[in-house]
């Protein structure tokens, strides 16, 4: 809930630091984060394909080809892409990050889209520090829709919870948000985050979005407990968020948001020593955001590899998830669900394969030092 006393401190790492001097801290948190459990729509393939040199127009050409043998266009939203990594690969790689670079316990919340698999997985192992039950719920709101951070759902009852939530994402005009809000607000530790809340993420363009942003926050901020720096927008963008969560009264918390296999480059520290403490610290209006060396380098560079890693080849992965095409799923003229490896015999089409080896290629480490070199007046305001 706002709060004219809301405060957010950052701080920006430049790599050259003693991290464990720069503050008086217990423990770190990884939030907003993504496994092989979560389900990305595609329907942003039309928007970036048109942008690649060469595989534009190659997109274009299959496009109407289809199109004039289907009768209609390409659907993408009917079809999704999970990616790599798997829930323990997530909390090993956040907390191996947080105890190693910056020596404090950690804490790891995933957030997959509408689902709590993950921390329901991690829940039964025995794991150093216990593991929320956490979603990104995609809240659809007039011609769009906003993503908000659910985390820490009660244990026993987060199935029942979640459940709610999804339901009304498939269907909301059968139940009323607010009531939703306040049932979710009256459970001290629960944390909502209004997720990246300046991104167009619905491609609606940035004046409608802004003016859809405001009717939701005067509608349902009460409820909301902080806005997202995150780990995947610009430096301009999330000084945008942090000057409106300012102006409104809503600490900012960190949102890494990753979904390939690095982990994440902005965290919370506290000296909370558990989760809920930690709640109860951001509720009360309180964050401190720790921004890593890693935010600094070009956000091309760093979407080109994650893009890279979603796209590569895991041999030592179950037989079914190893390629790409294994992890892109579509729902068929049949109402079938399939992934692209059963759909596309031979790889898919020439376009596509140019395309993927393209992206492998740029998001390589090898190929880094020329990126570097092409994106260096870009900077870290990318």
């Keep these: 809930m706002p709060t004219p006393l809301a405060r957010t401190r950052l701080r920006v790492l430049t790599g050259r630091e003693?991290?464990?001097?720069l503050f008086p801290a217990r423990s770190a948190l990884s939030l907003h984060c993504h496994t092989h459990h979560s389900q990305e729509i595609l329907d942003f393939i039309p928007q970036?394909?048109?942008k690649i040199p060469v595989v534009a127009s190659l997109f274009q050409r299959e496009m109407k080809r289809y199109e004039t043998r289907a009768g209609k266009p390409v659907d993408f939203?009917?079809?999704?892409?999970?990616?790599?990594?798997?829930?323990?690969?997530v909390w090993e790689a956040e907390t191996n990050q947080i105890e190693e670079r910056l020596q404090?316990?950690?804490?790891?919340?995933?957030?997959?889209?509408d689902d709590i698999e993950a921390g329901a997985r991690l829940q039964v192992l025995d794991l150093k520090n216990p593991v929320p039950i956490s979603m990104e719920w995609t809240v659809p709101f007039g011609q769009g829709y906003f993503h908000l951070g659910i985390h820490n759902l009660p244990r026993e009852r987060a199935t029942e919870y979640a459940e709610r939530l999804m339901h009304y994402t498939r269907e909301p005009q059968s139940g009323d948000l607010c009531e939703l809000f306040v049932w979710l607000n009256e459970l001290p530790d629960v944390l909502m985050v209004l997720n990246h809340p300046l991104w167009d993420i619905e491609n609606i363009g940035t004046e409608r979005h802004n003016t859809a942003l405001a009717e939701f926050v005067q509608a349902y901020g009460q409820w909301i407990h902080?806005?997202?720096w995150n780990g995947f927008r610009s430096w301009q963008e999330n000084e945008a968020v942090l000057k409106m969560a300012d102006g409104l009264g809503f600490p900012v918390v960190s949102g890494g948001d990753r979904h390939g296999c690095q982990p994440n480059t902005t965290l919370n520290i506290t000296t909370a020593g558990d989760f809920p403490e930690f709640v109860a610290e951001v509720r009360a209006g309180y964050s401190e955001v720790i921004v890593m060396p890693?935010?600094?380098?070009?956000?091309?560079?760093?979407?080109?590899?994650?893009?890279?890693?979603?796209?590569?080849e895991y041999p030592?992965?179950?037989?079914?998830?190893?390629v790409w095409t294994d992890r892109v799923f579509a729902h068929t003229e049949s109402g079938e669900v399939k992934s692209l490896s059963a759909l596309w015999q031979r790889g898919g089409p020439v376009w596509v394969r140019s395309a993927v080896w393209m992206m492998c290629l740029l998001g390589s480490r090898r190929f880094r030092p020329a990126l570097r070199l092409a994106l260096s007046s870009e900077g870290a305001t990318s």
């Excluded at 003693?18 to 001097?21: A, H, R």
């Excluded at 404090?104 to 889209?113: A, C, E, K, M, N």
């Design 77 to 89: 939203a009917r079809a999704w892409w999970t990616p790599p990594v798997s829930a323990h690969d």
């Design 316 to 322: 030592n992965f179950p037989l079914e998830q190893q």
């Design 18 to 21: 003693e991290m464990p001097s």
């Design 104 to 113: 404090l316990q950690g804490f790891v919340s995933i957030t997959d889209h």
């Design 226 to 228: 902080a806005f997202e």
């Design 48 to 50: 970036y394909a048109a």
């Design 294 to 312: 890693e935010y600094n380098e070009s956000l091309i560079a760093r979407t080109l590899e994650a893009a890279a890693e979603i796209l590569r």
